[in-house]
């Protein structure tokens, strides 16, 4: 089914280092990717957007690069700090004509100071 | 601050009992979508309205429904509730034009508990 199970791997970074989170998308008719951050007990935030006829967009300190032919997103955060931990998802809009939103396995981001 | 409003942020109840849960999109907002998040699941779409009409539907139990009224709210309605529907609920909306994809707004999500 469309759900994911949230044994959600974890990845720990030092403070001030970059921090890389990946994620493989399902549909190859996917046109649009979102990153998401979810701080605990609270909504998913937007971070960043890409379209499928992007392979990379820029925002702060963010980056987002798309692999089409290997179906894979990664979110790239420049200078981690220690209000960027929380669960990261990124989400591929299913372009079927009902466009619907599926989220991937969360990746959970630990900031050691 | 999404601008997506959601009620109640909390909620307690027996099982077998029925809630609504209520969402306001962001202004301008067309689309509504529902998520459910529970502890051993990630986030099921659960289903989606465009301006009042359904649009999508995801893992929605025959349990649940939901609506999207003329001012654009909309309410997820979980009845005969079981343990297992203990979750938080969010909304999210976006402007939601058919043909492409639009970024998707959240709420904060109500959390329920059903003991």
């Known amino acids: 089914g469309e759900s994911v199970g949230l044994h959600l791997p974890t990845l720990s970074v030092q403070e001030g280092d970059n921090s890389i989170i990946n994620c493989a998308y399902s549909?190859?008719?996917?046109?649009?990717f979102i990153w998401y951050k979810q701080e605990s007990g609270k909504g998913p935030q937007f971070i960043i957007d890409i379209r499928s006829n992007m392979d990379k967009r820029q925002g702060q300190r963010v980056t987002v690069l798309l692999n089409k032919t290997v179906k894979h997103l990664s979110l790239q955060i420049a200078a981690t700090q220690p209000g960027d931990s929380a669960v990261y998802f990124c989400a591929e809009n299913i372009a079927s004509g009902t466009y619907k939103y599926i989220f991937g396995t969360g990746t959970r981001l630990k900031v050691l100071a | 601050d999404s601008g997506v409003t959601q009620t109640p942020k909390h909620l307690i109840t027996a099982t077998g009992q029925r809630v609504t849960l209520r969402c306001s999109p962001r202004?301008?907002?067309?689309?509504v979508y529902w998520y459910q998040q529970s502890l051993d699941q990630g986030l099921q779409f659960l289903i989606h309205y465009y301006n009042g009409e359904e649009r999508a539907k995801g893992n929605i139990l025959e349990r649940f429904s939901a609506q999207q009224f003329p001012d654009l709210h909309s309410e997820l309605n979980l009845s005969s509730l079981e343990l297992g529907d203990s979750a938080l609920y969010f909304c999210?909306?976006?402007?939601?034009?058919?043909?492409?994809?639009?970024?998707?707004?959240f709420g904060e999500g109500s959390w329920l508990t059903v003991v």
């Open positions: 549909n190859s008719a996917s046109d649009y």
């Open positions: 999210a909306s976006s402007v939601g034009r058919v043909n492409s994809g639009n970024t998707i707004y």
């Open positions: 202004s301008g907002d067309l689309s």
